[in-house]
């Protein structure tokens, strides 16, 4: 399961809504590498 933290989602939207949406990107990209492929798109389950 991929977990953000509460205060980066928190201090993220304070900035606005585009920085808001980078830390899930982010966070994406960083589990998953800059790609998705067959082999880590179990990680995008909805737990």
């Known amino acids: 399961m991929i977990e953000i933290k509460d ?8 900035e606005g809504m585009d ?4 830390v899930f990107t982010d966070t994406y990209k960083e589990v998953l ?3 998705g ?3 880590n798109m ?6």
């Open 7 to 14: 205060s980066d989602l928190q201090r993220a939207a304070l």
């Open 37 to 39: 492929s067959a082999e």
């Open 33 to 35: 590498g800059e790609e």
């Open 42 to 47: 179990h990680l995008l389950t909805g737990e």
């Open 19 to 22: 920085k808001f949406i980078q």
